[in-house]
T-cell receptor, first 113, second 113 residues
Framework: AQSVTQLDSQVPVFEEAPVELRCNYS??????LFWYVQYPNQGLQLLLK??????LVKGINGFEAEFNKSQTSFHLRKPSVHISDTAEYFC???????????FGKGTMLLVSP | DVKVTQSSRYLVKRTGEKVFLECVQDMDHENMFWYRQDPGLGLRLIYF???????EKGDIPEGYSVSREKKERFSLILESASTNQTSMYLC????????????FGSGTRLTVV
């Protein structure tokens, strides 16, 4: 069975600072990995995904994530955050051929001036 | 712009009522999903459907049922609403498989009093 662990429920950071949101997954086979963002009172929006190939994946709004198979991690990074990045971020995993995604519990990114 | 539309943003219902949450997508997607989102618990899958009239239980189907009579519409039914079903409900759709991820609706915040 797949599972996702987001290690931090909340990450406070100052504007223009770098940030890393951590995600670890458990799966015994090859995986697809996703990061979604949820702005207040909205649904989830896809930030980026890893299917295969290069382990460094670039997404929208300046975010990127690195797939590390040996550490079963898929951490999300941004070199300089903005106030507008304040949102909840969800990591998700699935396996090729599956129909459903398994989501982590979310990390709330709080950016302050 | 492709869309998943949930008919209500906010709903307040009484305990014991039968509640219908409606979701419509305009992307001709085969797969549709219902999740509930609760603070600290992330997204949990209630039911999904991979074709008209087909449905599969997710992780927390108790107290819920679904209906998919047309490809574009997927309804979540609370047979007899209870206060522990107060939550944010998110609908999503996707093409077969999960490589492209999901497209989410904006959510319905249901309060059962």
């Amino acid at each position: 069975a797949q599972s996702v662990t987001q290690l931090d429920s909340q990450v406070p950071v100052f504007e223009e600072a770098p940030v890393e949101l951590r995600c670890n997954y458990s799966s015994s086979v090859s995986v697809y990995l996703f990061w979604y963002v949820q702005y207040p009172n909205q649904g989830l929006q896809l930030l980026l995904k890893y299917l295969s190939g290069s382990t460094l994946v670039k997404g929208i709004n300046g975010f990127e994530a690195e797939f590390n198979k040996s550490q079963t991690s898929f951490h999300l990074r941004k070199p300089s955050v903005h106030i507008s990045d304040t949102a909840e971020y969800f990591c998700a995993v699935t396996e090729p051929g599956y129909s459903t995604l398994t989501f982590g519990k979310g990390t709330m990114l709080l950016v302050s001036p | 712009d492709v869309k998943v539309t949930q008919s209500s943003r906010y709903l307040v219902k009484r305990t014991g009522e039968k509640v219908f949450l409606e979701c419509v997508q305009d992307m001709d997607h085969e797969n549709m999903f219902w999740y509930r989102q609760d603070p600290g618990l992330g997204l949990r899958l209630i039911y999904f459907s991979y074709d008209v009239k087909m449905k599969e239980k997710g992780d927390i189907p108790e107290g819920y049922s679904v209906s998919r009579e047309k490809k574009e519409r997927f309804s979540l039914i609370l047979e007899s609403a209870s206060t522990n079903q107060t939550s944010m409900y998110l609908c999503a759709s996707s093409l077969p498989g999960t490589a492209l991820g999901y497209t989410f609706g904006s959510g319905t915040r249901l309060t059962v009093v």
